[in-house]
């Protein structure tokens, strides 16, 4: 192994900026130094199925690469939606991926990492349609968790998560419409911050205005907060945006955020089960936000307790899949058949065609009068919530396996795995996952903290202070 890949393989995408900017590592060095990493510990947990490696060698090598805040830094795209100009996508599908499909045009957020100086090498393990909360699709196979490779790394970014946790790049992209940053944060020991909606554009084609968000995940608050200074802001024809940040976020790192009153929930919300690591690593969080000065105290919006939310989202989610298989097979030209499109998804695409355009738009107020309720909390007082990301520590592969005698076994499964995310894709809210708590077995479990709508300085400013009080750069898997 290079000294540079060894050198690098632990250092934040800022510090592998400034080597370049220094002049102490060019980007095509970086470059081989990600790709020696990748084919050397991709074997064991296939995270990286897309791969562009002489393309991105003619980026790093270009004499018009931008020279942006993160130039010559290596990073990877989650095979879902972003598309790059030139490159496949699969979106994570069977028929998708023996088309060999390739985009035509970058999305305006691709043109942002491209403007940032990033060089993109390939493209990282993603579900069929980001659906479930790990990263098992029939179309690649399973992407194996590092710290424990029989674990899943979640989903749906779960090869953006393994990657980044086992040192191949120090940040990647990924999205997420019911947890799918925070989820494989929290199973793989990393940050992820899912940005208010109309954050970051979904132009030039996806609307902004439905349960995705994009951004990435990483090593450190740092790296997420500037990336995101990079990235954010509207596209041409966005219908929902967020007010501007009122200076960079990155300003925002070691900023005494003051005195902030947290609710504290620590159980299901309704009822249900979790792992008791899990309510440990939210008691933890508590205890160590009220050492640096903040009042904590058992509270959440109400809102939460109503079992009806589950039906609400998973009639946007249902229909999400259905325009996604409409899409999917006007791009190869025909049909998709029963094997080219896994049984949870035609489920639920199938479910979608038996609601009318009513029962559609009851959904949508239902899920209006919802958001209201829940942002109504932070106007009482309250600064941040303060949950565990995971109902569960990061379950065996296999837990969310296709059944066609029961399609929707999956997402029943996922219902109890992540009680505590999807609620913050409804109601627009930006949430971050960090990584402050490992089990004996030394597998990583996430705290999650929720900020008012457009309220990202308040989450990068606390997320730094706890950083700063309990790091965990210093902890690598065992792959």
């Not at 077995?441 to 990068?460: C, F």
């Amino acid at each position: 192994m290079s000294s540079i890949a060894d050198d690098t393989q632990w250092m934040d995408a800022t510090d592998q900026a400034a080597l370049v900017a220094k002049g102490d590592a060019t980007p095509t060095e970086l470059l081989e130094s990600a790709i020696e990493r990748i084919e050397r510990l991709d074997p064991a947990l296939n995270a990286v199925v897309i791969r562009w490696f002489d393309h991105a060698r003619a980026v790093a090598a270009s004499a018009e690469l931008p020279d942006g805040p993160f130039r010559g830094v290596p990073f990877l795209l989650k095979d879902l939606f972003a598309t790059y100009a030139g490159q496949r996508i699969s979106n994570g599908n069977v028929a998708l991926k023996n088309a060999n499909t390739i985009s035509t045009v970058d999305t305006t957020l691709v043109e942002r990492y491209r403007a940032a100086g990033l060089v993109i090498a390939g493209r990282t393990n993603s579900p069929e349609l980001g659906s479930v909360p790990t990263t098992e699709p029939l179309a690649w196979g399973p992407t194996r968790n590092p710290w424990d490779t029989s674990r899943t790394p979640g989903g749906s970014s779960g090869g953006s998560a393994a990657a980044v946790a086992a040192g191949m790049v120090p940040f990647a992209h990924a999205s997420d419409g019911g947890g799918s940053i925070r989820i494989p944060a929290s199973c793989c020991g990393l940050v992820g911050l899912k940005p208010s909606q109309g954050r970051i554009t979904f132009g030039p084609a996806r609307n902004e205005s439905g349960l995705g968000v994009e951004h990435c995940v990483s090593r450190s608050v740092r790296d997420t907060a500037a990336l995101l200074d990079a990235t954010h802001g509207p596209g041409i024809g966005d219908t929902v945006i967020a007010p501007p940040p009122v200076r960079p976020y990155i300003q925002e790192l070691g900023v005494d955020p003051g005195r902030l009153r947290i609710g504290l929930l620590d159980h299901h919300p309704q009822g249900g089960t979790i792992d008791q690591e899990c309510t440990d690593a939210a008691r933890a969080a508590a205890t160590l936000l009220e050492s640096l000065g903040h009042h904590v105290e058992p509270a959440w919006p109400k809102a939460l307790e109503d079992s009806s939310f589950a039906s609400q989202f998973g009639a946007l989610w249902s229909t999400n899949m259905g325009v996604s298989l409409s899409q999917f097979e006007e791009m190869i030209g025909r049909p998709l058949t029963d094997e080219e499109f896994e049984p949870m998804n035609r489920a639920q695409a199938n479910f979608a065609k038996l609601f009318t355009s009513i029962d559609y738009a009851r959904a949508q107020a239902a899920v209006a009068q919802f958001r209201r309720a829940v942002q109504a909390w932070w106007t009482q007082g309250w600064d941040l919530l303060l949950t565990p990301t995971l109902g569960q520590v990061p379950v065996p592969l296999g837990s969310f396996a296709n059944n066609a005698d029961q399609p929707m076994a999956p997402l029943a499964t996922a219902g109890v795995f992540v009680p505590f995310t999807p609620p913050w894709n409804t109601s627009g809210q930006p949430a971050i996952s960090l990584p402050l708590h490992w089990t004996a077995d030394g597998l990583p479990v996430g705290v999650q903290l929720v900020a008012a709508y457009a309220r990202e300085d308040v989450l990068i400013r606390v997320a730094s202070q706890l950083e700063q009080a309990q790091p965990w750069a210093q902890r690598t898997p065992p792959v």
